[in-house]
Structures are given as C-alpha cells and as structure tokens.
C-alpha cells in the first residue's frame, strides 16, 4: 500500500479510492497558454511547499535568498532553514557522473571500489546511454528480472515529479514492464500486513477520531512508543502542523498523559506527561501483563468482546497459561520489562476505569515480531471496550502527517502512476508483469538468488537480481545491517542512482544522475495528509542548479531512448500534467457540490484551501462499526476484530502465531544470550527528515564533536567514563560507528538512542566492517524480517556497547563533494 494519496476512513473508501485513481491517465490533454507560469522568477516571492510544510522562498537575482514559512501553517518546523541550504550545499550532485573504474572496464568492475569517491564527469547523453544500455543488456542477458526498480525512500512531495513512479512507468513502457518491483515500506511494514487480517484495514494511514472528540471526550491520553511533537512536523504530502494546536489544546485541559517510552520525549517534555520507561522491545510482554489483570480482575468488557471480536476464548487459555504453563501475568511481564508489577497492574485498572485513548507510534511494530505489537495493542483495547466510543480505544496514526486533524471536504488529487498498473500492495508479484519482494529484503535478495521466501500466505523464489536502479531513496542509510549490505551491493553488475545530493547511495552507485529539487520545477500537492485542507501549487522558484535535470524529463528521455517517449508522456509537459490532476479535483468538486476555481485561477492564486466539516470535526473512529456491526461488519473473514485469525493459523508461521504472543526477539538488552548491554534506538531524528538535510547547516544544531550524537544514560556514562562531548564508538558484531555523546537522564539505564538517518562514512569504503565516521547507526542494526508474515524492517531491535575512542580521530568526508575528476 502506498501512501500516497490521504488516507482512507474506511474500508470502502479505501475500494473507492483505488478505483478513482486506477481511471486516471486518460483524461485529454489541453493546451495551455504558451509560457503560462513556466518561468522561475528572478525577484520576488514564490508560495511553494515540503514534506517539511508550505513555504515562501525570497528570491533575489535568480537566487533563493531566504525562507518563509507560509502564514497558514500553525507551527511551522524549524527544519525550513535546512531545505534552503539543501539547494546550494556542498552535497548537490552537480553533473551526471560515473565511477572511474565501471567507466573503463564496464559493468561489474571493481564492484569492492565503490564508495572509494572516483567519479568521473560526463554529459547527460553518454549517462543516459550508459543506462539505457545496461537496461537492455541485463534484460537480455538475465532476462525479465534482472534489473529492481522497487525503489523506495522519502522523494519530495508532488504528484508529478515522483521519482518513483516515473523510475517504474519509464520501465512498464520502455521495457515491458521487466523488472523487479517491491511491496510494503520501511514505516509500518509489520503493521499494514497483519491489521488487515486483525482489523480488515490498514489502520495506520488512516484517519484517527479527531482530535477535537479526544480532547472533550478522552481522560487518559497515552503516547505507546509515539512522539507527536517530534514526528508531526513532517507531511507525505506538504505537512500543515494542524495538530499541535490540538495537543495544545489538550494540555490545556489538563488532564492526564502518560507516555511510556524509553526515553522522554519531546512530546513527553510538552505535556510534563508521566514518564514510563520500559526496557525496549518488551511492550508486547506489558500489554499482556495489563490483559491478565483485566482478566483476572474480572475487569474486561465481556460485552464488547462477545459482539465486536472473534476469537478471544482461544486468546484466553495462553493469557492464562493454561496453554503453555505461564501465566502472563504483571509479575512476569515486570521480569521481563523491568517495570514493577503493580505499575502494570494499576496502569490497567486506570485506563479500565477511565476513556483511555492509546496511541501507539510505530517503532513498536519496527522490531522484530513486530506484527505482535500492535495485534496485542487491539487486543487489550478490546478488552478495555472503548473502540468506537468517543475518545476511547486506540490509534495507529496520531503521531504521523498530523493524523486525527479534522477532515476537509476536498477533492483528491491524482498523481502520475506507473503506467496504468498501480503499484498497491495487495498486486504484488502480479504487479507490472514481474516479480516483487517485500521490500526489506532487498539484501537477502540479492544474496541469495532463487531461495524461497515467505509472505503473507504466499511462497515465491527471489529473483536474481544484477542492476538497481534507485532514486528518491536512500538505502544506504534506511536499511539494515550496512557492511552486509556493502557485500550483498557487490554482486551487482550495475548501480544507477538518480538523486539530487552525494548520498552515501549515490557515493556506492556506478552511474549517477543529478535530479532537482522540487523547489526547481513545477508541481503540485495537497496540504495536510489528513486535513487535506488545501491544494497547493508548488511553483518553481529558481532555476535548476548546475545540470540537475527534472525526474519526469529524465525518465522521458529514458523512454524515448527505449522508442517509448509518447507512451510515457501522453504527449503531455510538466504543466498539462500538473494541470491534468488538478481538472480532476474540478470534477470531482463538481460531484461532490465543492466549489473548486478553474485551473488558470488556481495557479495564479496559488493555492485553494477547504474547510473541515462539522462532521469530520465529529469523526470517531469505528463509531459505525460499534453502532452496528452487522451492517457495518469489518473486513476481516468474521467481519470482527480478529484476536484470534484463522487465515494466520492456515499460514503456519512459527513466527507468527494465530493471537498475539510474546516472542523473545533475535535480541535484547537482559535477554537469553544478550551479547552486549545496551539497546539501540534508532528513532526518527528531531531536526532533520531521515538522512535528508543532514548534510546542511541544520546539522550544526545538533552534531556532538562533528559526529551524529548518542545519547546515553549517565549511569552507563559513568561506569564507561564518558563525558558529553566525548567521542564515543558504539559497535557490536555487526558495526561500529563514531557518534558524540550526550550524557542524560531521559532515557532509560541501558538504553542509547542515535537517531536514523546519519551519514554513512566509512573510514575504509567499500571494507565491510570499516569504522564509520559519522554515525549511521544502520551499521548496528540487524536485518532480518519481521516474520514470515509481513517480513517488515527490525531497525528498533538491536544492541551494542559503547566505549571512549582514544584512536586518532578520522576525518568526516561525506558533506563534502567527492572528486569531480
Ligand atoms: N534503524 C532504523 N532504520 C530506519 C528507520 C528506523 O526507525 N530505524 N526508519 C525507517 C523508515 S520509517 C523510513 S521511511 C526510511 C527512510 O528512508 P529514506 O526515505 O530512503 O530516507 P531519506 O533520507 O528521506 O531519503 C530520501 C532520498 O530521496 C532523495 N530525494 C528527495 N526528493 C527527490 C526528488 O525529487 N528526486 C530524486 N531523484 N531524489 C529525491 C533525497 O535527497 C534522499 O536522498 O528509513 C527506515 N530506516
Ligand atoms: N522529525 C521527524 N519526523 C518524522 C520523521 C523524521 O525522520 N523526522 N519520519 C517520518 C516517518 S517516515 C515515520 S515512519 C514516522 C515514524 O514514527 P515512529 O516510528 O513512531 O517514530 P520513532 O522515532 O522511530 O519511534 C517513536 C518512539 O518510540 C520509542 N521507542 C523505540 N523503541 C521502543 C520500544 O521498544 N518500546 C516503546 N514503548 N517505545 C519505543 C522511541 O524512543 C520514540 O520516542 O515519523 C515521521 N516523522
Ligand atoms: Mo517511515
């Protein structure tokens, strides 16, 4: 599933959703005003739009000289100031460049060079013939799945420019579709796979009861692993802030917050919330605790659970350890958490005996069993009852692009698709006439050609896979395990990366290709993932810098080289297209009684915004279901909430049975054969968006002695000598990184936090196990998938130790241009 386009309510607006966007592509092209709004402005001011929010940029001469936050957005990020730096950093690709040897000796050569920084400059049409070559070539050498083009990551906002579909659509018309496609994302991948069997629906792209019931309606507000203030800033679609008046508001009230965290958050710092602080990777274990004492106590809602679940009486016999002799009890869920037993047991009968909203984040699914954790989530919110009341229950996405922010009445935008095929989760393997892989496993794929995998109820082989081709993404930083990862990248004939920065990807790459960034071109976006409460023209303000080429132009060229130009571009520009999607929401205005102003006004306005409705500013979430479950049944085979699922046990998984269980994970801080005493979060960054605008000045903010920092606890500071400031090394068997340290007591004894996203920047590039000078803790993490089940990214699983380095001190290199030989 994509994220793509908003969010769905329900399940039947998810099936309406799918059909509208499958319809587009054929509408006719229309003419424009020849110039009509094509050209950057040289003075002035132009409204444009980010993941990071909506925005004025000031332009001076042709050069963007500052950055204003557009006056709509209630709490604009502090990240604005990196994005006008990203356009001028060091770190821009300038030029089509490719690796001095592979230019010499061809594909496959000195595959352990890369990362080494040896490019070579050439023209656009020696890159472009390079590319369109190695396509052809693999194809024909290793036919139909020799090239993966399941390329993911966090491209800009823009239903046009997005570097993703294009990559596919260039290849879906140009090559028959032959490559290898992928499934799933790095954000919810154990989630978006097992609520549907639990829920019948995503849940985690999906609208939230609105903050306006909860902060009438709900007493107990709880923060599960999530951290609103931090990971709200940032939008799919341009990011409108909305929610932080709301939990503005809910401090207001006064009323009760707990977060239960292993470090105290952001969100945790706002409300001055209670502050629990379990060892990581153990909620599943405390979830379980508190059902026990439900259930013991007699206080689970017996009713809720007879007429909204199935399955609880084949739940029960393991809660009870009737099944497997252990009673999951607070006192050993305290065993295993480390937080003490009536804690469990009153945090119970707390939220028992008040509305309880729990609100979990999603680095409690981006672990290992992850599937369990927020199985077990529903689980206990069954048994609490309040799903469906207002204010009670639980919520996947109030955390995430200002989930639970009214609604507006607006049309949906379309976007360029991949050629007609849409690449949805639920096609996989069928998807674009080639194989497809959960996406995580992309290095088991490449490591082991023709092996089984499982997923979902399905069995396939990996194909064997000899180029990639990766843009709008940064693999080098979110995935797993990286000297594994360096190995496995090895085996690749050809890699092309198409990017607008010298990511530590594109530094691993043979051919790279320097994109734009959306503030040089045209496009055209929502504000508010869930507010939708505008439409946004997200106009051009400077020209493209050096010879960085639009996506939508290369991928045309691309297919023109491959005779497909016209069947790629539909005869169409960059503003026909713009112009396409928005004549859509026009008609869809038009359907929907929404007054939606022509085109030609719109974009000269620049923006259209829209209202919330009394109803959505109303919105419960599975209010119909509990009103009526028979005519508003779930999608799920009982039309129930699945506590206990069938089609899993049909599967057979032995690491995903058929309820909620507690699984010991590879590995954990205190668990059997703990290697090392320290667990690693690698949560989402405060000040930048993964590894996008590291490379800025936003960077000085927050780097510790030119390093990512770490933060640690002081009692392990003080047992290892290490001050704040120090530069510390943090390595277990899979890695070692060089990050600087933050002494601190909010978080948890045993636990460091180096956020995701730091550059990698290997001392000994293409040396598996080489010392990392900046700090990319994906040297540390396993990779391996959550189970066979959804088979998602365990970047939250994962421990290590940490000592003062004494070495001399390698020098950072990643933020500066590699040689432009
Ligand atoms: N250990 C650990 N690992 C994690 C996570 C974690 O919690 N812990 N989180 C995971 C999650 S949830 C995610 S979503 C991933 C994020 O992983 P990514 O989405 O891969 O990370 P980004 O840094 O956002 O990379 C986006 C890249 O796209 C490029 N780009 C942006 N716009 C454009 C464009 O218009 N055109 C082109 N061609 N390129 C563009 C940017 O320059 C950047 O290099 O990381 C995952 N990895
Ligand atoms: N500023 C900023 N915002 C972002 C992003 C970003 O990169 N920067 N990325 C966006 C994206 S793509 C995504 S997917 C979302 C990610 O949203 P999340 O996945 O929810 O974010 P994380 O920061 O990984 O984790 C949230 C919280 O879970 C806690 N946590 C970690 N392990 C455990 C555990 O075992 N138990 C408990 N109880 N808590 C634990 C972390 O300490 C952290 O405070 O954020 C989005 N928002
Ligand atoms: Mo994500």
């Known amino acids: 599933m994509s994220k793509l386009n908003g969010f769905y309510k329900s399940r039947r607006d998810f099936l309406r959703g799918a059909t509208a966007l499958g319809a587009v592509g054929v509408f006719a092209p229309s003419i424009l005003m ?26 001076k001469d042709g050069r963007w000289t500052e950055i204003k936050p557009w006056e709509g957005d209630p709490h604009p990020s502090k990240q604005l100031a990196g994005i006008l730096d990203s356009v001028y950093s060091p770190t821009r690709i300038k030029y089509p460049m490719v690796r001095r040897a592979y230019l010499e000796g061809g594909p496959g050569s000195d595959v352990a060079g890369r990362g080494k920084d040896d490019f070579v400059r050439v023209s656009w049409d020696k890159a472009l013939d390079l590319v369109v070559g190695e396509l052809k070539r693999v194809r024909e050498k290793y036919g139909q799945a020799g090239t993966f083009a399941g390329s993911y990551g966090w491209k800009s906002s823009g239903r046009l420019h997005n570097c993703q579909s294009l990559l596919r659509r260039a290849l879906n018309v140009g090559m028959d579709g032959a490559f290898v496609n992928s499934s799933g994302d790095y954000s919810t991948g154990a989630s978006q796979v097992i609520m549907p069997h639990v ?48 939990l503005e508001a809910f401090k207001k009230t006064g009323k009760k917050v707990i977060c239960i965290d292993p470090i105290r958050t952001e969100t945790a710092k706002f409300f001055d919330a209670e502050w629990i602080a379990p060892k990581p990777h153990t909620d599943v274990a405390i979830m379980l605790g508190m059902a026990h004492t439900l259930y013991t106590e007699e206080l689970h809602d017996v009713d809720f659970l007879d007429e909204y679940t199935a399955g609880f009486d084949k739940f029960v016999p393991y809660l009870t350890g009737e099944s497997d002799g252990i009673a999951k009890s607070a006192e050993w869920a305290s065993e295993i958490s480390g937080l003490p037993a009536d804690q469990i047991k009153e945090l119970a009968r707390l939220f028992q005996t008040n509305r309880t909203m729990l609100s979990s984040g999603w680095s409690i699914q981006r672990q290992h069993h992850g599937e369990q954790s927020h199985w077990m989530l529903v689980t206990l919110a069954s048994m609490l009852g309040q799903i469906g009341l207002p204010g009670g229950g639980f919520g996947l996405s109030y955390h995430y692009a200002n989930g639970g922010t009214p609604s507006a009445n607006s049309p949906v935008l379309p976007g360029i698709t991949d050629g007609g095929k849409a690449v949805e989760g639920a096609a996989w393997l069928t998807n674009a006439g080639a194989a497809s892989i959960p996406l995580a496993r992309v290095v088991e794929m490449l490591e082991n050609p023709g092996a089984d995998f499982d997923f979902n109820g399905t069995r396939s082989k990996f194909p064997d896979v000899k180029m990639v081709y990766w843009t709008g993404g940064n693999p080098f930083a979110h995935h797993q395990d990286r000297n594994r990862m360096i190995k496995a990248w090895q085996k690749l004939e050809t890699v092309v990366v198409q990017d607008f920065q010298w990511t530590a990807t594109a530094r691993h790459a043979d051919i790279v290709l320097p994109a734009t960034t959306s503030y040089e071109r045209n496009d055209i976006e929502h504000i508010g993932d869930y507010s939708l409460k505008a439409i946004l023209a997200m106009k051009k303000v400077i020209d493209p810098v050096f010879e960085a080429r639009n996506d939508f132009d290369i991928f045309a060229e691309i297919a023109d080289r491959l005779g497909k130009k016209d069947a790629f571009t539909e005869g169409k520009d960059e503003l026909e297209w713009i112009k396409s999607f928005y004549d859509e929401a026009v008609k869809q205005g ?18 259209v915004e829209f209202p919330a409705t009394d109803e959505a500013k109303a919105f419960v979430r599975y209010a119909d279901y509990r009103e009526d479950p028979l005519l508003e049944p779930l999608g799920t085979p009982s039309g129930k909430i699945e506590i206990y699922s069938k089609n899993i046990e049909k599967m057979g998984y032995d690491d995903c049975p058929p309820h909620p269980t507690w699984m010991e994970p590879i590995e954990r801080i205190d668990g059997p054969d703990a290697k090392y005493p320290l667990h690693i979060n690698s949560g989402h960054p405060q000040d930048r968006l993964h590894s996008q605008l590291c490379g800025t000045i936003l960077r000085e903010g927050y780097a510790i002695a030119d390093r990512e920092p770490c933060v640690i606890n002081t009692e392990d500071a003080k047992t290892r000598g290490i001050a704040s400031g120090d530069v510390v090394r943090v390595f277990n068997d899979r890695g070692q990184i060089l990050t600087g340290a933050i002494v601190s007591d909010d978080i948890r004894p045993g636990v460091i936090r180096v956020y995701e996203g730091g550059w990698f920047d290997p001392v000994d590039a293409g040396q598996a196990g080489s010392l990392d000078a900046y700090g990319d803790v994906n040297c540390l993490t396993p990779d391996l998938g959550t189970s066979k089940l959804a088979q998602g990214n365990c970047g939250h699983t994962g421990i290590a130790d940490v000592e003062k380095y004494v070495g001399g001190l390698p020098e950072v290199k990643v933020f500066k241009t590699p040689k432009e030989a």
């Not at 849940?203 to 902060?215: D, K, L, S």
């Open 34 to 59: 020849p110039g009509f709004a094509r050209a950057a402005v040289s003075d002035g001011e132009v409204l444009t739009g980010s993941h990071w929010g909506a925005f004025r940029a000031v332009v």
């Open 199 to 246: 829920m019948g629906t995503l849940e985690v792209y999906e609208q939230q009861t609105v903050w306006p019931v909860v902060i009438e309606s709900t007493d107990v507000l709880v923060f599960w692993g999530a951290d609103p203030i931090k990971t709200n800033q940032i939008g799919w679609t341009v990011a409108d802030h909305d929610s932080y008046a709301y």
């Open 590 to 607: 038009e359907a929907k009684n929404i007054e939606v102003p022509d085109f030609e006004s719109f974009w000269k306005e620049g923006i």
